[in-house]
């Protein structure tokens, strides 16, 4: 394919007409990542054994904006979503937070804007939870690693 | 301070109460990029020459996108800002979007968070208009710039 | 079932993956009551005969409460419901408005949430209508009187 | 039919039930106009020649207005919509922008709200983008076009 | 001013900065009207005094959807408005429903959108309240006839 | 004050205007209840123990709950709270998970509502992570503990 699909012929943008497409189950898997200070992931270390759990509160705002992806995303089609599951990795030696995000559905349209709205939200949260100890942290390498289900079939990323 | 403000001294989770704060003038600026193939870059460029312009409806995604931010991060105030302006840059021989967000507001504390916000959804809108082309881009070094007002003064990054 | 649904092996916070489950035509009936002074009931029951409906304007909260399910309960499906019913008993000897709310879809996954929100909502919205009269109102009673479809079938309070 | 669905036997508000319905194919199509002064619509084709696009902007509102049409709409089904598609045209001679939008969901009930709530929110953000210049604008004539789909058949307006 | 505010320099749309101005009262007053047939203007009147009321569900709407406009219109600063009010008018005689939206606020921008959301989206449900009976309604007529306060000053519609 | 302040002299509801009152620092106290059974209460002690923490999960979702309250009750104002905080007490020999939330600002009118909403949907969704497991859980004692600021200055329940 060629051309962006969100715009007609003339060029105007719209939501995409799915309505003559299967449903069929789809899943998709984004990441992405915090990097943060040594001092910030002690912090966040220490949190995950005590109590104020920086990055279940990031794993309840992922899961939350899964849902909101169609009023964030102008073009995305409302989708009801049949399952969510964020998972983080502390990689120690490089100071950085991943966030994989997985959603599933069965539904004429894929969603990977969902994952990746996970990803984004649940990196949101981590740097606000954060913010008073560490100005400097940077999200980065958001993406897709999979997507299956659908006419385009099975996406897998390099990575 | 090397404690996250959002938690209390039990561990709690919580909403940091600003009401005895000064309401002062706050500027937050913030970056972000998604990485593109070259000929996807091709294809939004000739759309900015013509119609059906990838980068004007991630503006006005980014810009509502900002309303949105205390609705999307949990322990975010909500915040009546003043001004949003959402620039793009692109460069080309490195195949990136460049997006940078200003917020403004007279209040008890900072947008961050809201610049922040403005960044991601501008880079989510930007991908999903582009997926159908380019599955393989990559929303990436997503920062803050700058922030002036606030007892905590001015940040600057050192980018 | 001996655990929560919610949470993974590792007690990881999730929306439970339901795309394996068949669609079934689902109701959930919940209930709840507002116990108010007699001079707040006397007030409420005037409304009723002549104009400015304290009840019509919760019973709208109620409805529009209920498509506002996914946004306040994290771990909760998007879900189309396909109609929903609410209905209020005022037992006057008690100082008690009775709310009891309807839902139905056909789904992979039940509408209890949704019928226990529309009446948390409408009985919020009693409270807000009548607060500048009576403060020491309380909402109570708030459960499950009945549930039909899905895989666990039918269940019924003891009430 | 000879009353409102929206209400039951005893006239309470309700979102009917539709559970017992088939989905069936279904577009409704509705317009709408701005009515501005001549120095108003000299700006906005400007506009469309070079950049600061008021009608794109106006687009992108009415497309994210249809994901909010069960939110505003008090006794309206949360749908899925799977395709939204909105043009102007300028009349020139009547200082005229006419609005016409398609909505298409294969579902249990019609999208008529949908697409007249995306020109509504499409009017509106054409009054706001020009209020500055123009604050005698006028919006009007917005009503279903065409519906086709469901069990009342296909509606065509006598237009 | 003969160029509109929210596009810059550049022509890229934003929200403009407010930040500068004022906080001063304002009071906006819209009106808009929904043309019905004879028989569903009796159904409604025939609602009013008895139980169901059409108008009631489309007050309430129209206070709500106030809440809602900076969520609608991409450019509308967020506001805190300090009270909305709506009145309908039944014109016999022509088959219309009257609707007028008054909103106030003490801000640094005005609250004309939201007056006129207000009147969009109650016209929005007395057509969604009505369709079952009367598919050929039209909505108009959406304007504003007032708006005070503010460095822009007082302004009068001509009707 | 003897009569409901969300109707007007005619009954109909409206917001209040406060755009007379005067900003002064207020704060509301609520608390709320759910009943569970031994073996529910079990689980959720267990849970703090360990992982996948449903009272964190009901904190943030009572948090986020706060800044939906004018989204939910439709004559509530819009507003910018300050701080919100929100505390559970497990009550061991009566099966009793209470919620405390307090809720501060300096506005022009009342947080009531906000500290009652956060109990409530910290509530529903403490019955929604242990439902798999418990569908008798009762949700009550729902009311206002205290309020301070305001022109009505200081409530405090009998309890």
Same mark, same amino acid.
């Given at each position: 394919m060629d051309k962006f699909s969100h715009f007609d012929e003339q060029g105007r943008s719209r939501m995409v007409d799915v309505s003559e497409k299967e449903d +069929?189950?789809?899943i998709a !898997? #984004?990441?992405g990542e915090v990097k943060v200070s040594a001092k910030t992931? %002690?912090?966040i270390k220490d949190d995950e054994i005590e109590k104020g759990d920086v990055? %279940? !509160?990031a794993r309840v705002a992922g899961i939350m904006g !899964?849902?909101?992806t169609p009023d964030l995303i102008p073009m995305c089609h409302p989708l009801a979503v049949s399952g969510i599951d964020i998972e983080f990795k502390i990689i120690d030696t490089e100071g *950085? *937070?991943?966030? *994989? #995000?997985t959603t599933k559905i069965t539904a004429k349209t894929g969603v %990977?804007?969902?994952?990746? +709205? #996970? !990803?984004s939200t649940a990196a949101l949260t981590i740097y606000d939870m954060c913010k008073a100890v560490d100005k400097a942290m940077e999200i980065g390498e958001i993406k897709l690693l999979k997507k299956t289900g659908g006419k385009s079939g099975t996406y897998l990323s390099d990575e």
């Open positions: +069929t189950k789809r !898997v #984004a990441k992931l %002690e912090l990055l %279940e !509160v !899964v849902k909101k *950085i *937070i991943e966030i *994989i #995000a %990977e804007m969902e994952s990746l +709205t #996970a !990803v």
